[in-house]
């Protein structure tokens, strides 16, 4: 596998990563939060811009501010920089043309380590994000999210692959549950496709029925899994403190 390294941290080698989202409303919340998601001590921090309210009143220039601050906050932690859309499951309602530039300012800025990219967005924004974050040496993470169920893991397959036929540097899925037997769907493709690809690969099944996937993904090919400290991100993520008690049993040998 070839491995992705942010700040120093690296997936693809050792443990799965715990990803620790930030949801605050503005900014000052922003940096408050992050002051307790840094105590906790996640791997990475991901930054949920399209929760910020002034990302969609003002735009670009008040992520960026929003952005500098929270850079500072997190000192060496690398920053996950994320706009999901509504289309999969987010606030952001936006233009492709919106889309792209609010992730442009964080990326000229240095604000950024990883960047989110919905890779199933318009073809065009979707080059253009790509190429605008290897330029600026940020590994693109590509992301698709299905919260009304879970595909056949030929289409899950399928997906994950297009995301590396992209030119994605790391390839994130997140399905919905309705049976057990849909949680074995993305464990099943998780591990199909780490062995057709070097990239480093974040799945999840969502939900309750969802968590095994969470604690135990590292064992099928994911290299990072998503923790919550105060509020989570999306439904069935576990708490900090637990999730790290149970990926050092889980890959204790």
Known sequence: MTTVTARGVTFGEG???????????????????????????????????????????????????AGLRLREALGDLPLLVTVRTSDEGGAATVTSEQYVDLYRGVLDAGVADLIDVEIFRDAEAVRTLIDLAHAASVPVVASNHDFDGTPPQTELES?????????????????????????????????????????????????????????????????????????????????????RATLDVVHAH
């Open 15 to 65: 443990l799965p990563k715990v990803i620790v989202p930030l949801t605050s409303p503005n900014a000052d919340e922003l940096v408050a939060d992050a002051a307790t998601v840094v105590a906790a001590g996640p791997d990475v921090v991901e930054w949920r811009v399209d929760l910020l309210t002034a990302a969609t009143t003002d735009g670009p220039a008040a992520v960026l501010d």
């Open 159 to 243: 997906r994950l692959m297009t995301m590396a036929e992209r030119g994605a540097d790391i390839l994130k899925i997140a399905v919905m549950p309705r049976t057990p037997g849909d949680v074995l769907e993305l464990l099943g493709a998780t591990w199909a496709v780490s062995q057709r690809t070097d990239q480093p690969l974040i799945t999840m099944s969502m939900a309750g029925q969802g968590v095994v996937s969470r604690l135990a993904g590292g064992v099928f090919g994911s290299s990072a899994t998503f923790g919550a400290v105060g509020r989570p991100s999306a439904p069935g993520q576990v708490a900090i403190e637990a999730l």
